[in-house]
């Protein structure tokens, strides 16, 4: 059993920055993938980020690639995501998820999902 906690969400002005964590836990002997979606109100939950737990390998989508940056710590078994340039249409809540499968970009990919971190970006 995995369990995920997100933290680092707020509220920041557009242009601005924040940094998301995901702490894991729990007696798998496994390793994830693990990854970053969000959801807006009234809208479907969309993928962020993957990153392969092992490799470091990432993949984002095109809506944040060069603004954000998704690495994890091994030994303190974290990931996070680093979100610079923040828009207003990067508000939502943030989830950390966490997988079977590497670089996975639909939700139904994952097994264990954080609580969620809520992002707000005004103008």
């Known amino acids: 059993q995995v369990q995920l906690v997100e933290s680092g969400g707020g509220l920041v002005q557009a242009g601005g920055s924040l940094r998301l964590s995901c702490a894991a836990s729990g007696r798998a002997f496994s390793s994830y993938s693990m990854a970053w979606f969000r959801q807006a109100p009234g809208k479907e939950r969309e993928f962020v980020s993957a990153?392969?737990?092992?490799?470091?390998?990432?993949f984002y989508a095109d809506s944040v690639k060069g603004r954000f940056t998704s690495s994890r710590d091994n030994a303190n078994n974290a990931v996070y995501l680093q979100m610079n340039s923040l828009k207003p249409e990067d508000s939502g809540v943030y989830y950390c998820?966490?997988?079977?499968?590497?670089?996975?970009?639909?939700?139904?990919?994952?097994?264990?999902w954080g609580q969620g971190t809520q992002v707000t970006v005004s103008s």
């Open positions: 990153i392969s737990w092992n490799s470091g390998s990432t």
């Open positions: 998820a966490a997988g079977f499968q590497d670089l996975r970009i639909t939700a139904s990919a994952y097994s264990y």
